[in-house]
């Protein structure tokens, strides 16, 4: 069972201000990009989603998982991969986990037009009769984070030497996946984390709701550590795309949410992570700046991104092979 009595050390991620971009650019790029390679995370804040739209979420997000099991089963697709729309209760398992996840979880994805030439690869969001306003909500949220998310990459194409609108084509009608999560109330003996050791598959996650404790990250020493954002800050963490990419000059850490004390463990826990994926053609292919003698290329043979997520999303279990 995992000792969830003794507190581990805080992660020392430095909160960094996103308005500092605008009057910095390259400054912000040397402070986002060091804060990556140190810890594989960094913390955001003025990241610029409205936090009168953050609060509509929760209140839609609680709702939404408040209501009967039965009710929520009739969004669940199966065989979809839990792409589109809700996923139940202990369905996901990280990779190499012998428990599965205890946590429910529904996916917004981008809005199409129809003929899309991506329509066959990214599925049709699903949208559920109640509550009232969801839709419109997470449409919001989910261009809020787009948003965000192009000033994080730009600020990351700057530090690797790219020039900033690098990303800009990866991204444009990418396959980024807006995930509300629930993390329901644990027994006392429960011998499950609420979600195992993993890392995510995408270029970057932008998280919001980590101020509630459980969030760790494993450090380079092999320590777990705390994470603890300010208030209405947002948690920034590389994906394994991106550490692909950059040939693991930015690393995708290890990180997990463990089951909260003795005295929090009749709370659920919810959280808001953005999945900032390119477009399915984009081909992941070793940026040549960062391959060297100390660090020879560990990816010669290139994978689009939708080749990618597929063989990522069999591990987890949510696809069959």
Partial sequence: MLDT????????????SLNDQAADPVAFAAALGGSFERFGFAVVADHGVPADLIARAWVMTEAFFALPEETKRGYFVAG????????????????????????????????????????????????????????????????AF????????SAIARHLGLTPDWFDHAVKDGNSVLRLLHYPPVP???PEVRAGAHED???ITLLLGAEEAGLELLDKNGNW????????????????????LTNHVLPSTTHRVVNPAPDRRGHSRYS??????????????????????????????????????????????????
């Fill in 201 to 203: 598959i995408n270029l």
């Fill in 146 to 153: 787009d948003t965000a998310g192009d000033r994080l990459l």
């Fill in 272 to 321: 808001m992570p953005f999945f900032l994926h390119p477009a399915p053609d984009f081909l992941i292919e070793t940026l040549p700046s960062t391959i060297s003698a100390e660090n020879p290329n560990r990816y010669p043979t290139p994978i689009t991104a939708h080749d990618y997520l597929h063989e990522r999303l069999v591990e987890i279990g949510l696809v069959k092979a």
């Fill in 80 to 143: 979809g991969g839990g792409a589109r729309g809700y996923t139940p209760f202990k369905t996901e398992i990280a990779k190499g986990a012998s428990h599965v996840d205890l946590k429910e979880f529904w996916h917004i994805g981008r809005e199409l037009a129809k003929g899309h030439r991506f329509e066959g690869q990214m599925p049709a969001n699903i949208w559920p009769d109640q509550p009232e306003g969801f839709r419109e909500t997470f449409i919001e949220l989910f261009a």
């Fill in 5 to 16: 009595l003794t507190a581990p050390a805080t992660a020392q991620v430095p909160a960094l």
């Fill in 188 to 190: 006392a003996d429960a």
């Fill in 225 to 244: 550590l705390a994470i603890k954002p300010p208030e209405g800050a947002m948690v920034v963490n590389v994906g394994d795309m991106l550490q692909r």
